[in-house]
């Protein structure tokens, strides 16, 4: 998230102060309380917005400040150092600033030089006002720039860095064929001045340094109260905690300020039931010093007698299948959810698996971890969310600590096969670990019928040892390019005048803004596509057939799912991988248990990629998954697990284009994490908006900033991704899918 983007009313100042003991009470004479929520149980659902000590360029936590101006992250070949190359004449950065004083602010960089390079010179504002004017040395270097205390803002602050030269090296380095506008190599910032307290929410207490916000959601009765314990200063300096309370229906309560002198203090949460956001904003106190806070035994008390009493309910652990089961997962490279019978969808597209739907679990809202095919396929592989994994790059491959699926089936006994079609997920990424056969098939010939005569003769070549298999079948028929063989064109795709249109020049001529995406092309385009979807379905039925020929498929657990979607001009992009909005994120997930056991149901709650895995080894009996996120969705019997009420989250890291999504009770948040992504957080109410089409951020601030701690807690965990050269090989593979030029 973007820190300080929440609203605030100004601090109060001094005399402010003086009015605690008139706005508040400590409960005496009040009618009973019970506890209804402890601000210290759940971190996730706090929002922080701290004074940022410093902030390394170039890896994955940096991203939430980055806005325009900026290329992908990148790690110098001598040092390893992180870094991130300015991209056009200007770059902005942001960060949350708590109270106003003169900083001042360290920068590490370096100018992009070339023979007969002019000096470099930055020119530097901050929220619109010019601060400094920079004139780079030819190496790395630093600088330092006050940052005066009039051109700041309380919250978000935007530091700008205009550029005198931007050049690409294709046009000013012989032999280069890079075409960025490049400027300047920006290492790090560091902000002298600033409570290097550490965040801390746990055991009792809430510790934040001077300066930061702490937003709680809770949905409170009403005559509900927040109680403090005490608050006790973590430093020499003083300060006091400004409470604010947010209601998005019922408007902004008065601000109450709590001096830290150890005495408790109360404030009222309104007369209407209603998600609250309870802001703890850390203000210095008299003299304009400031430190840290200790804020101890922060409850939400409720109108009632006695204390809540917090009950779980015992849960016993989900039977696997019993004997031991093949495990099929069968994906198909970017296909839709709504494309499939199914899913509702009207054309006869995908009768093989709706038969198949019939005698199986299907789960009716299943959520990709990203929209493109790397970082969900680890996803699925490692059990993991993309920040987590770290394979987000086109040159990122799977970290050699994280254990994989097909790692942990063949350490359990399970004979492992892979055969895909996606150069994504070959040997070159990482993503042959675990497997005793795998096989790539390359585009030009990687068809869905070439993969099941493959997979045939993988089959034929198995003993008959009783050992049990897992396979692993990555399609790409209805992947750009858009050319389904006949007799599929003919029955889908007809009415194309020149089915040429589907290749991929014109899907990437859609994406770079070079082809009109008129009204007939976009039709011509999802016939194209029906027709792939409609010849990768019979495909997958002559898997089952041969599974079940060969007396394995009621042996078999068959997991039909697909990487991501694909979009066709919904929100103005084309293809995948740019964006996380529904067309993209929306996935099937048909699971089918051995005999079709439990078939026939139909599953509601939001489900994620990174179930996959927990899933599978549940239902072979293996154990080890129980420190990963991911939830186990079925038991042997067929009986679909309760889904616990959690955040459901998307990330996407490509090419720059970096933003993150959340997914809960039905409530979608879409957060830019870098100005290629987008500009502003976008929040929609999926039951009644499914198309996305009308943001609730503005006027839902306290939704917004629910979902936004929730997502903001997962982007504290990052991992820098590992990378590996592409050869020439897989280059060409990955053009002629349209992922490189």
């Known amino acids: 998230m973007s820190p300080g983007r929440a609203r ?27 506890v209804l929520a402890d601000l210290t149980a759940d971190p996730s659902a706090v929002l922080i917005a701290v004074e940022p000590t410093g902030i390394d360029l170039g890896t994955p936590s940096a991203r939430r400040h980055l806005g325009r101006g900026w290329f992908h992250d990148e ?19 942001s960060f949350h600033l708590g109270w106003r004083r003169d900083l001042e602010l360290e920068i590490r960089c370096r100018p992009f030089l070339f023979p007969g390079a002019k000096p470099q010179v930055v020119s530097l504002e901050l929220n619109s006002h010019p601060v400094a004017e920079l004139t780079l040395a030819t190496g790395p270097a630093e600088y330092r720039v006050v940052l005066p205390a009039s051109a700041q803002v309380e919250g978000r602050n935007t530091l700008v860095a205009r550029y005198r030269r931007f050049d690409a090296p294709a046009a000013v380095v012989p032999g280069s064929d890079d075409r960025r506008q490049l400027a300047v190599a920006w290492d790090r910032i560091r902000l002298a001045g600033v409570d290097p307290t550490p965040v801390r929410v746990a055991d009792g207490a809430v510790e934040l340094p001077a300066g930061a916000w702490a937003d709680h959601f809770v949905e409170p009765p009403p005559r509900s109260v927040l109680e403090v314990g005490r608050c006790e200063l973590l430093g020499s300096g003083s300060a006091a905690v400004a409470v604010s309370v947010l209601d998005d229906g019922a408007g902004d309560a008065p601000t109450v300020v709590g001096r830290c002198d150890g005495a408790p203090f109360e404030v009222p949460l309104g007369d209407i039931k209603s998600l609250k956001k309870i802001r703890l904003h850390v203000v210095p106190g008299d003299g304009g010093s400031a430190t840290g806070v200790r804020l101890v035994a922060p409850l939400v008390r409720a109108p009632g007698v006695g204390e809540a009493v917090a009950e779980t309910a015992a849960t016993s652990p989900p039977a696997p299948v019993e004997p031991r089961p093949n495990l099929v997962v069968y994906l198909v490279d970017a296909l839709r959810a709504d494309h499939l ?38 996803s699925i592989f490692t059990g993991l969310w993309p920040r987590e994994h770290g394979v987000n790059g086109p040159d990122d491959r799977l970290p050699e600590d994280l254990q994989t699926l097909p790692e ?25 670990r675990g497997f005793d056969h795998f096989e790539f098939i390359e585009h030009s010939r990687g068809r869905s019928e070439v993969l099941h005569e493959r997979v045939t003769a993988w089959l034929d070549g198995l003993p008959d040892d009783g050992r049990p298999f897992f396979l692993y079948v990555h399609t790409i028929d209805p992947h750009a390019p858009y050319a389904p063989p006949p007799p599929y064109l003919e029955r889908f795709a007809g009415e194309v005048a020149d089915p040429s249109v589907g290749e991929v020049e014109t899907v990437r001529g859609l994406v770079l803004g070079t082809v009109d995406p008129s009204p007939d092309l976009t039709r011509d385009l999802r016939a194209l596509y029906d027709g792939e979807v409609a010849a990768n379905d019979a495909s997958f039925g ?47 997930l048909v699971v089918r248990l051995p005999g079709g056991v439990g078939g026939g149901r139909r599953v509601d709650a939001t489900v994620q990629h ?73 929040l929609y109410r999926l039951p009644d908006d499914p198309g996305e089409s009308r943001n609730l951020a503005s006027s839902a601030p306290v939704r917004t900033g629910w979902l936004l701690a929730q997502l903001d807690h997962a982007l504290l965990t990052d991992r820098l991704g590992e990378r590996t050269r592409i050869d020439s090989e897989t280059r060409e593979q990955l053009k002629a899918l349209g992922y490189l030029e």
């Open 542 to 588: 002559r898997l089952l057939d041969e599974l079940a020929g060969r007396g394995e498929l009621d042996r078999s657990v068959v997991v039909f799912t697909s990487d991501h979607g694909e979009a066709f001009g919904e929100h103005g992009t084309f293809t995948h991988g740019l964006d996380l909005y529904h067309e993209v994120l929306a996935v099937p």
């Open 341 to 378: 019978g199914v899913y509702g969808c009207e054309r006869p597209l995908s009768p093989h698996l709706d038969a198949m739907a019939v005698d199986s679990v299907v789960f009716t809202d299943a959520i990709a971890q990203s929209s493109w095919t790397k970082a969900a396929v680890a």
């Open 610 to 682: 990174i179930d996959l895995l927990p899933t599978l080894l549940s239902l072979a009996g293996v154990e080890g998954a129980a420190e990963l996120p991911g939830a186990v969705l079925l038991g042997g019997d067929g009986h679909p697990r309760d889904v616990p009420s959690r955040a459901v989250l998307a990330y996407l890291d490509y090419w720059g284009r970096t933003g993150a999504a959340a997914i809960r009770d039905g409530w979608k948040l879409i957060e830019p994490l870098s100005g290629a992504f987008g500009t502003g957080t976008e």
């Open 75 to 93: 790690r110098a070949r001598d040092s390893g150092e992180t870094f991130v190359w300015s991209d056009g004449p200007l770059s902005e950065l």
């Open 408 to 432: 942990r089936l063949h350490d359990a006994g399970y004979r492992t096969a892979a055969i895909v079609a996606n150069a994504y997920v070959g040997r070159p990424f990482g993503f042959a």
């Open 8 to 34: 605030r009313r100004p601090a109060p100042g001094p005399i402010a102060l003086l009015a605690l003991a008139a706005a508040v009470g400590v409960g005496c004479g009040s009618e009973p309380r019970s």
